[in-house]
């Protein structure tokens, strides 16, 4: 495979380079490594890294850009790129030449590079979303997408890609998965800040957390084969409400005890910046440990649980494996909880998954919905951090 | 001071009361005070009650993948059929169809049931010849291709029983549940069990799940998850290789060295925001990038790998520049003092002192990204994917599955038996899981400073 | 055991608040107090000094049993309030902190309006019947803490607004309101300017009109401007307690003496 021959070739110039140009800069300087600007080895780096460098980023951009490139041409190009700069960076290196400045400054900028792919991420997200979204909203009214009550993809044309029924689905499982997920973790989180002993709290807390760590397909798993039927059989079918399996309670359950951690441990953090002093003020009039909670702690945490509390919805609107797993795939906008319901990040899967025709409105609707979802997201994101920092702020 | 009056009547005396006896208000107050607590205490049992549920249905459903019921049988490879030619050669040998190879079968247990006098009362010929799995003459047929010689002998053969028999070895089929089913009947289990009493057909331990690919609708049995652990490998190879290089030199740039200005504000609110983004977005992403404007093949690691860095990066640089910042200034100083430049100082100093936090949040980002399951959705990876991929580099481009894929893969099949299967997926995912959080808590422990 | 039912019979005779009887305290393995002896009278300010680490907060915490709420203290002895044990099985501390009441070092007011952390004391012990009731506790204490002029256009504005001072004279407020017999301060001026200092100092002055102060400081000139008792704490020992003029003039101890003249400290 020339690739990878390509990157040896480049890598063993680049070792060459490091040899001959530190061996050279200490004979110009006569043997004498204290005659030089600079500790010998940063020669040899710096030339390193000029030869090395720009001829990998070359290799990668290219084969990025155009995968099906002749890699003949590729390996070439790459080559004398790796070339010119070891013989220019080799020209350059004497011993008054300030090479420790000249790596650190090359070392700077690829710092920089690293740190600006995060921006290119979303650069990246939103200009391939912004883009096929431009393609849909060309074949397809905005208004009928923004507005639409139904949503019936049909491949022959003639679709109806209404948001409304979508944004509903993931609505209602999102409430349902707060209801659950604020009162528990919240309850969890003031007795293990508040009550709970050393003890305790060392087993319980780590406890909660592992629920953190489980991947949402196994909580969608869960849902499908636990939660699901057992909530059909116990309660959909004998009240009568219905007899699907894959419901708005089932996900919003399973989501709310995936939510119970992310809750607790954001809220422990809040309820642990108040200042002791507030408690012994209140403990000190007399208040009982739960006054003090309620009357003192809570509010001064508010804006703090308010923030963890976006996090956690912004969480609940994004989640996939869950509802795909849980919630069912019929678009419909009821108020019956046991009733299976679809949500925006269901019909992005289901419309990008199997055979897609990126020219069809049924296909780039995803693309649509997945901005939707971005900029709402995106959104409670912002306003969340922002609230939180300026909790945290207020007591620091 | 001027309004610091204190008319005698200003305080009414407080009714005294002995501190010794508890007034109704008080008793009122901590009655709410205990009902508080209760609250508490019931919402962390209810947390952790849900943890146990979880993990008890996920583990007494997925452990039957790890066992499997076999059927040991002599089979006679009929040289007449498998070889017609008569001269042993690989090429015609690999002509002969897997069909071949079940008549085979068929006729072997057949055989069987004669030699021990086993009949079982209305049994149709299709429920014999369906009590062995369909993979098992495909097995049979490799086994043969490998080893030509064994044309003409009869050999000891390890084959598989179909899913249901599995399944009724399992609790999961009854003879009730046999008799409304199309895929086998009452008569089969019977069958079965008279061959388990002649010690022929027995329920093991089964190392093949994690070694087999994955099986077609009709074979849940056969089905394993090789291929994907091999595809979740490759990609976290990928996120290792570029998410911890990227990750902790942009942590470096933006703790150390960035100025305090517009840009770097931005970045730092990108980076906090990407973390909580969505990560089916980040399955878009790739989607519109990697594939179709890069165009990079489909269901390949490499694709997922990246998509994951991207996904990884924020949780990773987090977790770095926590650890960077945990390192105390008088370092850095102490190395400046003494003449080094800041990258000497950085490089030096700093980045070995806050290895083990950057260590431990790089693994916390790798087992994040283990099970991420939405954003390989949408770049291909949920093809039904029968072959290993290749080593690497090349093999980064192969087709492959990857672990919780593997799962949502398993639950979107008609046969009940696959829900088992993807259970046992998890569980291997959780092990997965499980340890590389223990190292990260090993070497919090192990390396834990305090300044 | 006889002589101390005639100590008790003391207690009920006299104007002696609170009686502490070999009042031991042990953080951990660490013993903050040995055998503290100390009668606190009725309407009267008493100073607890010495230097830091002495344990007089650790005592001061003691008596409306603030200590309660750290883990690994614990408090053997007896402390008896009108001749009742504050240590009893029996004994809620919430209703002692009610007639205990405490003010801390660093002003703590609650991220509430003035008036709500004023009227906070009176609506969790339901010392008012109705609003006006309350408006007027509110009125009464804020005017006892000096701080009603400067606040009353702004009741509704929140207490984390004030001055350093003012906040202060905000959380003595918010103790008075709930009545208390004993009012514990803990360093109240160490965080504030001379003048707030002053402005506080005066106040104690005003408030043991009402009931009994017991005020820790580290500041000699402060016990002695404002206390009538005063206690040097040296190591976890109580080593003197006199009243306070006697402490300044006529220290009997040598190591009173020499904290006084600043040779320990």
């Not at chain 2, 209810?46 to 790890?66: K, Q, W």
């Not at chain 3, 007011?109 to 004023?118: A, L, T």
């Amino acid at each position: 495979m020339p690739v990878s021959w390509t990157l040896l070739l480049v890598l063993a110039m680049a070792v060459a380079g490091f040899v001959i140009g530190r061996s050279r800069v200490l004979a110009a300087a006569g043997g004498d490594s204290r005659l030089l600007h600079s500790r010998t080895n940063y020669y040899g780096w710096n030339i390193a890294l000029y030869t090395a460098v720009p001829a990998l980023f070359l290799i990668a951009i290219w084969l990025f850009a155009q995968p099906g490139a002749n890699r003949i041409l590729v390996a070439g190009v790459a080559l004398a790129v790796a070339a010119v700069g070891l013989i220019w960076s080799l020209q350059r290196t004497a011993p008054d030449f300030r090479a420790r400045n000249a790596v650190e400054s090359f070392v700077r900028g690829l710092l920089i590079m690293c740190s600006s792919i995060a921006i290119l991420t979303t650069a990246g997200i939103v200009f391939s979303m912004l883009f096929e979204t431009g393609n849909f909203f060309s074949q397809y009214p905005w208004q009928d997408f923004f507005f639409g009550t139904t949503w019936s993809p049909r491949f022959g044309g003639g679709s109806q890609l209404g948001i409304l029924p979508l944004v509903w689905g993931t609505l209602y499982i999102s409430f349902i998965a707060l209801a659950v997920s604020i009162p528990i973790g919240l309850f969890a989180a003031i007795y293990m800040s508040e009550y709970a002993s050393p003890r305790m709290r060392g087993f319980a807390k780590p406890m909660i957390e592992i629920l953190a760590g489980i991947p949402t397909i196994v909580y969608g798993l869960f849902a499908l084969i636990t939660v699901g039927p057992m909530l059909r059989d116990y309660f959909a079918q004998p009240l009568g409400l219905g007899n699907s399996g894959s419901s708005v309670m089932t996900a919003g359950l399973v989501m709310g005890i995936m939510l119970i951690p992310f809750v607790s441990s954001l809220s422990d953090d809040i309820i642990n910046a108040v200042p002791q002093s507030l408690r012994d003020a209140a403990l000190g009039l007399g208040s009982t440990q739960s006054e003090t909670v309620r009357n003192v702690v809570l509010p001064a945490a508010l804006p703090g649980i308010v923030g963890a509390i976006l996090l956690a919805a912004s969480r609940a609107i994004g989640e996939t494996m869950i509802v795909v797993l849980g919630a069912g795939a019929a678009a419909r906008m009821d108020l019956n909880p046991f009733e299976a319901m679809t949500t925006i990040t269901v019909k992005i899967v289901s419309q990008l998954t199997g055979d897609t025709d990126f020219a069809a409105p049924e296909t780039l609707v995803a693309f649509a919905l997945g901005l939707t979802l971005f900029v709402v997201t995106l959104g409670l994101n912002i306003v969340a951090l922002y609230v939180v920092r300026k909790y945290r702020e207020q007591y620091e | 001071m001027t309004d610091a009056t204190f008319p005698a009547s200003a305080a009414a005396p407080q009714s005294k009361s002995s501190l010794l006896v508890v007034d109704e208000r008080t008793r009122k107050r901590n009655a709410a005070e205990k009902r508080f607590r209760a609250y508490g205490l019931s919402a962390i049992a209810i947390a952790l009650i849900a943890l146990v549920v979880l993990m008890y249905s996920i583990f007494s459903d997925g452990i039957g993948a790890f066992r499997q019921t076999y059927l040991e049988i002599p089979v006679t490879l009929d040289a007449a059929q498998l070889d017609k030619n008569g001269n042993r050669n690989p090429e015609d040998i690999k002509k002969v169809l897997t069909t071949t190879y079940g008549k085979l079968l068929d006729q072997s247990l057949q055989a069987v049931m004669t030699q021990n006098g086993i009949t079982i009362e209305g049994i149709a010929a299709k429920d014999v010849s369906d009590l062995i799995s369909k993979e098992a003459s495909a097995q049979l047929r490799n086994r043969v291709l490998a080893n030509p010689d064994l044309v003409g002998q009869t050999i000891d053969a390890r084959v598989l029983v179909n899913g249901r028999v599995d399944g009724y070895y399992k609790g999961r089929v009854s003879m009730e549940s046999a008799a409304r089913d199309s895929n086998t009947s009452p008569a089969q289990l019977q069958l079965a069990d008279a061959l388990k009493g002649k010690g022929m057909l027995s329920t093991e331990w089964n190392w093949s799940f994690l070694t087999n690919p994955d099986a077609s609708d009709q074979r849940p049995e056969a089905a394993g998850v090789g291929v994907a652990i091999l595809g979740s490998l490759y990609m976290m190879l990928v996120v290792l290789f570029l998410a911890v290089p990227i990750g902790v030199a942009a942590s470096i740039y933006l703790e150390e060295f960035a100025p305090k200005n517009r840009l770097t504000d931005i970045i730092e609110v990108n980076i906090s925001n990407l973390a909580a983004v969505p990560s089916i977005v980040f399955g878009i992403l790739g989607l519109a990038a990697f594939i179709n404007f890069a165009g990079l093949p489909q269901s390949a690691p490499i694709v997922g790998g990246l998509v994951l860095t991207l996904m990884t990066l924020p949780t990773i640089i987090i977790a770095t520049r926590a650890a960077l910042k945990a390192v105390p200034p008088s370092i850095r100083d102490a190395a400046l003092g003494v003449g080094a430049s800041k990258m000497q100082s950085v490089f030096h100093h700093v980045l070995p002192l806050a290895m083990p936090g950057i260590l431990t949040g790089t693994i916390i980002g790798l087992a994040q990204a283990l099970g991420e399951t939405a954003p390989l959705l949408l770049i291909g990876m949920v093809a039904f994917v029968k072959n290993f991929p290749a080593a690497p580099m090349e093999g980064l481009f192969d087709p492959a599955s990857a672990l919780p894929v593997q799962v949502y893969n398993w639950t979107q099949r008609a046969d009940p038996a696959f829900m088992e299967r993807a259970s046992g997926a998890i569980i291997v995912l959780l092990v997965f899981l499980l340890c590389m959080n223990l190292i990260a808590i090993f070497l919090r422990r192990k390396f834990e400073r305090r300044w | 055991m006889n002589d101390m039912r005639i100590l008790e019979r003391a207690v009920e005779q006299t104007d002696i608040k609170i009686s502490a009887r070999k009042v031991q305290v042990h953080y951990g393995e660490k013993h903050a107090l040995k055998d503290v002896d100390v009668d606190i009278l009725d309407k009267t300010v008493t100073a607890f000094i010495g230097p830091s680490g002495c344990g007089k907060s650790t005592f001061l915490r003691c008596l409306n049993r603030m200590n309660d709420t750290i883990d690994s203290c614990r408090v053997d002895g007896r402390i008896a309030l009108d001749g009742e044990d504050i240590y009893d099985k029996r004994v809620d501390p919430v209703q002692l902190r009610a007639r205990v009441g405490m003010v801390f070092q660093k002003p703590n007011p609650f991220p509430k309006s003035i008036y709500d952390n004023v009227a906070y004391g009176p609506r969790i012990h339901g010392l008012a019947r109705n609003r006006a009731e309350l408006d007027e506790i509110v009125e009464k204490s804020l005017r006892g803490a000096a701080l009603w002029n400067e606040v009353k256009d702004r009741l509704s504005e929140p207490g984390t607004g004030l001055s350093g001072g003012q906040q202060q004279r905000l959380c003595i407020a918010r103790a008075v309101a709930t009545q208390p017999e004993v009012l514990l301060m803990d360093e109240p001026c160490s965080a504030l300017d001379p003048i707030a200092t002053s402005q506080v100092e005066d106040l104690i002055d005003h408030l043991r009109e009402q009931f009994s102060v017991v005020i820790v400081t580290h500041s000699m000139q402060q016990a002695a401007r404002v206390s009538q008792k005063t206690a040097f704490f040296h190591l976890g020992n109580l080593v003197e307690y006199a009243d306070t003029d006697d402490i300044f003039t006529r220290p009997r101890d040598p190591r009173t003496e020499s904290y006084i003249s600043g040779r320990i400290g």
